[in-house]
């Protein structure tokens, strides 16, 4: 064929303004710190709250004999696993038909979805989560930022919330929806039902659409903070989103379900959902849903290694953040998930003098490379003034192989697993770690039941 | 609490224009017909291009055996399943950089989160797969139609291509990448390279990103009619997607692979597209991504079983074809995929007396309505003008079993799939429906070879 003369390149125009798009903080830092360590450097992970701890035997089990299941079933997922979704959460006081269950590969891929199924522009808590707002970039919406109350983490402040919705629709933008996080990431903390209850009144007053993410859900160790879902008081406008992500360390099998609300809005959202599913993904992996079903249909094995991994993640979580408010720092009491939500400003002149670290960035930069200790800044979290504030996870504690994980769940259940030499070295590290730091004497270390 | 005096409602603004949302005409339909089949109607699904094939045991073993695996892993997917896919299209003569390649959740989400991270309006052609249109309205994009020229699938005509991209940059537009489908869905044919090369040429001129939908690359029957990828022409700009959906069957485990530019702009791309994916997804399934690698890696079975799978596809589809031609409706060859693409356009007085049946629409409704045959019209491609046409895939022929399915693979190594009652049952009726909605004399049913 004879060459062609190309003709003279068309004008392009100028482009249209690009998504801001960033890769998620957690998953970043997650990445960067397993290269450091695959490169032999003694580093402990604080940054993501993955769930280090194997897979439920059965669970296994179960996926394992779902592994010639190829079909793509239905977009909102399996009759099996709708069903179980909705007696888990029958069993919590929100029954539901399991015709307003939409499931996902993820609830964070279900928490997108929902953002372009509902549109315009949406509300979310400072702090919060990292994608919530990247994911309504990506929508194209604005995420509008209202402040939580103090210690009530995940809830913005309903009185602020009305400013902000107030505000927002003066300058001509269009919230329709709320996010909120019951319990909370990054403070693990949980609101009050109070506060909850207000939210969701806000919520009706401003008709938003409440989006709940309770991936946390099972995860408070504090028996005296419940977590309340806005679903009671809203019921008619709130969309539950949940998995098995945090409750059984199934991240990494990417299953997630919403629940809808059962009224007109709610199904017409429903309808909407599984038509933008139906766009993007299709339908949840089907071998996993079939695992995924056994696991919300809560046998007693789930239900026994549910508690004992909430044991183990309170225990620890508690031991670190005595670690914390040893040094100084401010901790709201957390209640719940595996995070703490530090606020160094006590240390201020001593962290300027002793290390130049004036924010959130930088003293995340100090722990990471003075310390090999990986956490994520307070801006990661959207919050503005550059607070001294991290975020620390403790779900990567529990050891680096499944026979550690198994013997610190082990632990969990029969003694104490601050006595596990691995955990009582994380433990400790981050005590020595904090001292250094804040020019305190050494920390004495965690005391052995056996010593 | 004693009870508040809610305020007066907020005035809502008007609502912003709505994102319009279709569920996936073929999932629908795949769903309607499932419902009607199991209310005990007798339907014949010809609707999705689903492949009712069984899972290789070997790749069943693979996800199995990973079953325990539930981290998250690299958002990019694992280095093991990188690896193995760069290697697939280094046998294919498009050698990358593992670190180029990105795993997500099946290419339905990789060509989703490519359009959020091209950003941009998107030229697709006419017709073509029926979530493009969709997923760039999705991404807050216009979708800029091409028609294809006769017979070259998938393609849109480079000419056309250079006005309509001007046409649209004229107006305020901002086309930024041209999709293409090489083999087709719709039309089961192959762009000649000489078209490929034009349309690659004519990207480059126009600076487009081309995304290359290669789901169906293995299933090309007609070996006169290679695929060639536009990655051959314009490999600085050309993203190629493919996955496991189409060649082993494994639409339901969602696992796609897309391949990047080893270019400035094609690692710039790389970025953005594991930054969408990290807030979209965060990773494959895991044990899915395991099974995956294996598969790509392309051992002596899985090669066997691509081909005898392309052969069950190219007899039963060539079969079908022939019933379709036989009645008059008129079909460009065929030469890849499960799809016919048959125009019923000789058949319009016909089909308007004796049916009242004017377009595709309404064909496709007298198909399902009156016969319990599932096809898809054309306006589901984006095809104007009503024309008398629908897309019917013979992917659901193989049997309701694994028994039977595995028989029809193992026939189709050793002997005549067509055979098969089941199978022969299928091309059988689709040819009695042809010629009572045709008015022409039944069809002599298939010689059985033992007859």
Redesign the interface.
């Known amino acids: 064929?004879p060459e062609?003369t190309?003709?003279p390149?068309?004008?392009?125009?100028d482009?249209?303004p690009?998504?801001p798009?960033?890769?998620?903080a957690t998953?970043?830092a997650?990445?960067a710190l397993a290269r450091r360590r695959r490169a032999g450097e003694r580093v402990l992970s604080m940054a993501s709250g993955?769930i280090g701890l194997?897979?439920l035997p059965a669970l296994?089990?179960r996926?394992?004999?779902a592994?010639?299941?190829?079909?793509?079933?239905?977009?909102a997922g399996s009759t099996a696993l709708r069903t179980a979704a909705a007696g888990y959460w029958q069993r919590r006081g929100l029954g539901i038909d399991p015709g307003l269950v939409v499931a996902g590969?993820?609830s964070?891929?279900l928490l997108?979805a929902l953002l372009?199924?509902i549109?315009?522009d949406v509300v979310v808590p400072v702090p919060s989560w990292v994608?919530y707002a990247?994911?309504a970039r990506?929508a194209?919406a604005r995420a509008v930022p209202v402040p939580i109350l103090p210690g009530q983490g995940g809830v913005p402040d309903p009185d602020r919330l009305?400013e902000a919705?107030?505000d927002a629709?003066a300058a001509?933008q269009?919230p329709?929806a709320v996010v909120v996080t019951v319990p909370d990431n990054p403070t693990g903390t949980v609101a009050s039902a109070?506060t909850v209850?207000r939210l969701a009144?806000a919520a009706?007053?401003?008709?938003l659409v409440v989006v709940s993410d309770e991936i946390y859900g099972d995860l408070v160790y504090d028996t005296s903070a419940p977590a309340v879902s806005p679903a009671r008081y809203a019921p008619e406008r709130t969309v539950v989103t949940t998995g098995l992500t945090k409750n059984l360390?199934?991240?990494?099998?990417?299953t997630g379900v919403a629940r809808l609300p059962d009224s007109e809005r709610g199904r017409a959202l429903h309808t909407?959902l599984?038509?933008?599913a139906?766009?993007?993904?299709?339908?949840?992996?089907?071998?996993?849903q079939t695992?995924a079903a056994y696991a919300f249909g809560e046998p007693p094995e789930v239900v026994e290694r549910v508690a004992a991994s909430l044991r183990l993640h309170g225990t620890v979580v508690r031991a670190v953040a005595a670690r914390f408010t040893a040094v100084g720092a401010e901790l709201a009491p957390t209640a719940a998930t595996c995070y703490l939500y530090p606020d160094f400003e006590p240390l201020r002149e001593r962290l300027a003098a002793a290390h130049g670290v004036h924010d959130g960035d930088g003293l995340a930069g100090l722990f990471s490379e003075r310390y090999g200790v990986g956490v994520l800044p307070a801006s990661a979290f959207g919050e503005p003034g550059r607070p001294l504030r991290i975020r620390a996870a403790t779900s990567h504690f529990y050891g680096d192989t499944?026979e550690q994980r198994t013997a610190a769940l082990e632990a969990a259940r029969a003694a104490d697993p601050l006595a596990l030499p691995w955990i009582r070295g994380s433990v400790d590290r981050i005590g020595e770690v904090l001292a250094d730091l804040a020019g305190a004497p050494a920390p004495a270390p965690t005391p052995s039941p056996h010593a």
């Open positions: 064929m062609r190309p003709s390149p068309a004008p392009v125009p482009p249209p690009s998504v798009v960033t890769l998620s998953l970043a997650d990445e993955e194997p897979v296994r089990d996926l394992a004999a592994a010639d299941e190829n079909a793509y079933g239905s977009v590969p993820g964070k891929s997108f372009l199924a549109g315009g994608s990247a994911q990506l194209g009305r919705v107030a629709r001509g269009h329709r109070a209850r009144e009706r007053e401003l008709d360390a199934l991240g990494g099998w990417r909407r599984v038509a933008v139906s766009q993007i993904w299709s339908s949840p992996p089907a071998p996993v695992a499944a």
